[in-house]
């Protein structure tokens, strides 16, 4: 039973532009979501946040945004840069437990 | 400020053998957590542990185990090893009252 579900597996956006990558999740009890970024051969790397209080935050070129009664998420990156090629992952926790929920992840690739 | 450090970057064990992985948490962080993340999957929750409990576990049998340490360092230990077994392990810390956890860079671990 995947509770967190992104369901593209690959995204390829032109140098510049935006890129949205999404995730969608099945459990309400869910109050906290992250994003990570993985390079290959390292660990994920924490990029940004949000609670179930709030449906944006906003980092720099970075901005997550909730829609608690779609069960949503999207992550934007604006302008996208070739150093944004990485797996992006999403993950939810219900605050209680503070183990997270992984996503299978998405492939971005940015062309220059 | 040291990130987290993960011992060994790479191993290569026997079906049948048993492993030890081995975590060091960032500086100030009580809470670890080990995940397995197998190939195309994202990462999946094995157990946390908080001031040397375990404070949770997933779905996983218990010849997974693990242990933490005073100075918050912790152990991972699988017994009978399978070839499903193979994986990059990530140990994740995080700090009380914060919710963001921090990934070292993992342990790539191959059954044969």
């Known amino acids: 039973d995947q509770q967190v579900k992104q369901n593209s597996p690959s995204l390829s956006v032109q140098e510049g532009r935006i890129s949205i990558l999404n995730c969608d999740y099945t459990n309400s009890m869910f109050d906290y979501f992250l994003w990570y970024k993985k390079y290959p051969a390292e660990g994920p790397t924490f990029l940004i946040s949000i609670s179930s209080i709030k449906d944006k935050n906003e980092d720099g070129r970075f901005t997550v945004f909730l829609n608690k009664s779609a069960k949503h998420l999207s992550l934007h990156i604006v302008p996208s840069q070739p150093g944004d090629s990485a797996v992006y992952f999403c993950a939810a926790s219900d605050s209680g437990t503070y183990k997270y929920i992984f996503g299978t992840g998405t492939r971005l690739k940015v062309l220059a | 400020e040291t990130g987290v450090t993960q011992s060994p970057t790479h191993l290569i064990k026997t079906r049948g053998q048993q492993v030890t992985l081995r975590c060091s948490s960032q500086s100030g962080h009580n809470t670890v957590s080990w995940y397995q993340q197998a190939l195309g999957q994202g990462p999946q929750f094995i157990f946390q542990y908080y001031r040397e409990e375990e404070n949770g576990r997933g779905n996983f049998p218990p010849r997974f185990s693990g242990l933490q340490f005073p100075n918050y360092s912790s152990e991972l230990n699988v017994n009978a090893l399978e070839l499903d077994d193979s994986a990059l392990y990530l140990c994740?810390?995080?700090?009380?009252?914060?919710?963001?956890?921090?990934f070292g860079q993992g342990t790539r671990l191959t059954v044969v």
């Open positions: 994740a810390s995080s700090s009380p009252g914060n919710t963001e956890a921090f």
